[in-house]
């Protein structure tokens, strides 16, 4: 079993940043992909970001829509990732889930708000 704690939401205004924060615990093995989605009211989830715990070199995917606004990284020492967001925009305004998949298994967090609007 893993767990995963989402933090760092909350309301920002249009052009502002936040950082959200997903520490990992339980069964963490290597080789696994961790990454954030989204879910805006009544719209399907969507992939924001994922990261893979590739040792030196962490191989990192990115939504169309984020490109150039939004950063994934990840600290395996510490089995946290984190989604650095800027210039952010009222279509951002969704639920954020932390996402690990390890072959088979796929587990979510409980989910952190973010809202942006003046």
């Known amino acids: 079993q893993v767990q995963l704690v989402e933090s760092g939401g909350g309301l920002v205004q249009p052009g502002g940043s936040l950082t959200l924060s997903c520490v990992a615990s339980?069964?963490?093995?290597?080789?696994?992909?961790m990454g954030w989605y989204r879910q805006a009211p009544g719209k399907q989830r969507e992939l924001v970001a994922t990261?893979?715990?590739?040792?030196?070199?962490?191989?990192?995917n990115l939504a169309d829509s984020v490109k150039g606004r939004f950063t994934i990284s990840r600290d395996n020492a510490k089995s946290t990732v984190y989604l650095q967001m800027n210039s952010l925009k009222p279509e951002d305004t969704a639920v954020y889930y932390c996402?690990?998949?390890?072959?088979?298994?796929?587990?979510w967090g409980q989910g952190t708000q973010v809202t942006v609007s003046s």
């Open positions: 996402n690990y998949k390890r072959g088979l298994s796929i587990y």
């Open positions: 339980g069964s963490i093995f290597g080789g696994n992909v």
């Open positions: 990261i893979t715990s590739g040792g030196s070199t962490n191989l990192y």
